[in-house]
Nanobody
Framework: QVQLVESGGGLVQAGGSLRLSCAASGRFFSNYVVGWFRQVPGKEREFVAAISRSGDTAINADSVKGRITISRDNTKNTVSLQMNSLKPEDTAVYYC???????????????WGQGTQVTVSS
């Protein structure tokens, strides 16, 4: 099993920046596609971004395009999500997830972290 731990969440004012990290256990981290999702109360988890196994390519949700950068370092078993120009509507619990399919759907990811809270104040 792959274990994932998110960190870097917190409170930030609108227009600010935040960098989230996802640390993975195990020796075969590079075998997994990693995605970031977010969830607010009363709503289903929403896709944010995903990165390929090698880190060469990524896909982003329309809601965050131009404001986020996803990256990974397979030597350190980490994936980062740099978020800039944050908006109040970005407030959510952010989760990283690992899977074998490069996909926007959360149904295609097998392992999930516990999440980290991001709160953007106006």
């Amino acid at each position: 099993q792959v274990q994932l731990v998110e960190s870097g969440g917190g409170l930030v004012q609108a227009g600010g920046s935040l960098r989230l990290s996802c640390a993975a256990s195990g020796r075969f981290f590079s075998n997994y596609v990693v995605g970031w999702f977010r969830q607010v109360p009363g709503k289903e988890r929403e896709f944010v971004a995903a990165i390929s196994r090698s880190g060469d390519t990524a896909i982003n949700a329309d809601s965050v395009k131009g404001r986020i950068t996803i990256s990974r370092d397979n030597t350190k078993n980490t994936v980062s999500l740099q978020m800039n120009s944050l908006k109040p509507e970005d407030t959510a619990v952010y989760y990283c997830a690992a899977g074998t399919t490069y996909h926007r759907s959360d149904r295609n990811y097998d392992y999930w972290g516990q999440g980290t809270q991001v709160t953007v104040s106006s």
